[in-house]
């Protein structure tokens, strides 16, 4: 697969999304996806056609996605120390 080069300009919207404007890497992302060009079909936009996922798409989805996973596992420790507490507390009652 060809390396997909970008224009300058590109780039420094980029950067002033997230540095200049305080957005977060996700939504910057977003916004720069609806700004590359798409095929559409019946008045719809479609993803680009045959290039795969735009580089900041891709980051930005592995950032949220190891955010996600942390704060799942996070979660799960949370519940798990919860239902240790809650038996403990119920046999300690009887």
């Keep these: 697969m060809a390396r997909r080069k970008y224009t300058r300009e590109f780039k420094l919207?980029?950067?002033q999304l997230v540095n200049g404007q305080?957005?977060?890497?996700?939504?910057?992302?977003?916004?720069?996806?609806e700004s590359i060009p798409t095929a559409s079909a019946g008045g719809s936009p479609r993803f680009p056609v045959?290039?795969?996922?735009?580089p900041a798409v891709k980051g930005a989805l592995a950032a949220?996605?190891?955010r996600l996973r942390k704060e799942n596992a996070r979660l799960v420790m949370e519940?798990?120390?919860?239902?240790?507490?809650a038996a403990f507390f119920a046999k300690e009652q009887l």
């Excluded at 305080?22 to 996806?33: C, F, M, P, Q, R």
């Design 50 to 54: 045959s290039r795969g996922w735009h």
């Design 64 to 66: 949220e996605l190891h």
């Design 22 to 33: 305080g957005d977060s890497v996700v939504d910057a992302a977003k916004s720069l996806w």
């Design 13 to 15: 919207s980029a950067v």
């Design 79 to 85: 519940r798990d120390i919860l239902k240790k507490a």
